[in-house]
């Protein structure tokens, strides 16, 4: 695998390494030839089935990504709407992205387009592989990545430095040297003449260790740096020496210690370098100048640090001491940024879709004041029947066919698993369209119930309706199921719903091949575009509303089903009935759509779609019988 995603030739090594990006070092007969890594050790990618995606990232030398290949995935409209070509295509399209461009391609090719009807996937795949593999370019070096300027260099004299905080110092005067060490042997004379005057500086950046140290000692003292490793410039004046004597014998220098966050440094021989003379101008003249090695692996040269200088002295029990603290941090003129990440995906396709956004909030908009003024639009049945038609024509045409925005219990069963597996919004924010209409919807059914989407946003849902209207315009003879047996059909329905779900905690793949009792896919995502048992399927169902008007939404819409569990929650019931609704009259029953009108006149909220049909004729004096009775009586009394 190595050799194909980085198009190597002959023998190579593979090396596991397990730092700040783990994956793998890829060597060959010339030395390392790239890197390795998996999208889910890296970023922990999880796809939009809520389950892990894994991909075997390589990036090459220059920074650039060399090959992708997919491991594995639980993907929905991978499983059966798109082929292992496609996928392979997809992923392998990433070699040639440069990482170091922050628009993504930089000369190399262009990142492959999403997969049309497949963008939450292919999306989520996409910022796999660019985050994995930059985050991997920056771990090996490949790309700067926040870490010490080591190129850049102009001359700077000693103030000049002083002046931006590349250097400090901190004084300590002979009064209070004598006073932090009172009741020693050998007593500190007071005055304002420096005990010690303390200088640190990292010389890692060529502005401040060349100009200190000219350019042969300071490649000397580089060029001796271990990988990771960093150089610290102490110099002092005074009294006191911050070197001693005791690292003779024992290899500390006792009296200095580096202090970053919880860790503890200590400076020892091994990494010590005396410094005769100092090339920059303006210098002090100091007494002892020193350059100590800081190991990597606990030192982190871009976080501010301490440099505690600890004296003492003998008295007459034991020994008086006291510390300084000289504060040290490195400018931020010395330290290289990243480079800028990409913006997210889902940033850039909410600018992409923000028109098609804004007419599906438009239409959620139009509905929700269709809702909201539904007693006075029942009251004129044109009205109501042209409205009706007109946003279910638009439902399926605009937000189905041309947008795509036809939710599915895939969705449920994806979120459902995100929230147990790790919720990202970043996920479900990649296709705008959908979770636009997500929102609406489980808002809702918080306020009126599953009939928000069920009997108006759902484009599956008006396409039976309309052709099950044209159906009765031509004739077709519509079949009446009798009440037992309409509700003991409903059980199809909830307990695929819930075999879907459970199923999906097993394998996510056979609970997909299950989803696929759902014909959204086939007749509005992909527009009948599919293998012939999927479109047969669709014939069948559509075939069948013409009969039985819904006959998919009644007895076997599993997302249906989900909606209806929660909208159990609802907040308002506006939907009325007489007291005349089930004993004396069942016209309402007769007329609804889906059968949620039960024998007693009762409306099922678990069942209605929210047509607004039975409100229409109980509001019609030329229809509702209880009204055509009190309509007679009041022309009898006059």
Known sequence: MAAELLDLDGSLSVTRQDEAAPGWQISGPTGVAGFIASTWEVTRSVGYSGRPLDMLVAVDMQGRIAGARLMRHAEPILTLGLSDDDIARFVGGFAGVDLADPGGPGPGPDMPDIISRATVSTGVIRDSILRTARTLAIARGLLPGGGIDRVTYKPRDWAALMGQGAITSRKVTLTEAAEALAGAKVPVPEGDAPFIELYAALLDPPVIGRNILGQQQYTRAVGALGPGETALFVASRGLYSHRGTAWRQDGVFDRLTVVQGEARIALIKSGYTRIDELAIEGKPEFKERSIFRLPGDEFDPTQPFTLELRASRAAETGEVSFAAHLGYALPAAYITEPPAEPAPLWQERWQEKRLQVASVMVMMAALTLILLAQEWIVRRKRLWLGLRLGYLTLTLVWLGWVLGGQLSVVQVVAFVQSLL?????ETFLIEPVIFTLW???ALGLLFWGRGVFCGWLCPFGALQELTSLAARRLGVPQ??????????LWIIKYTLFLAILALSFYSMDLALRLAEAEPFKTAISMRMMRAWP??????????AGLFIERFYCRYLCPLGAGLAIPAKLRVFDWLHRRPQCGRECR???????????DPLGRINPNECVLCLRCQVVMNDPGTCPVLKRRQRRTEATT
């Open 479 to 488: 079949i009446t199921v009798p009440h037992a047996v309409h509700e003991r």
């Open 421 to 425: 597996s790790g919720f990202r919004w």
């Open 587 to 597: 016209l309402c029953e007769t007329k609804c759509t889906v059968g949620a009108i």
């Open 439 to 441: 929102s609406g919807v």
């Open 534 to 543: 999927f479109v047969a399927l669709v014939l069948v169902l559509l075939l």
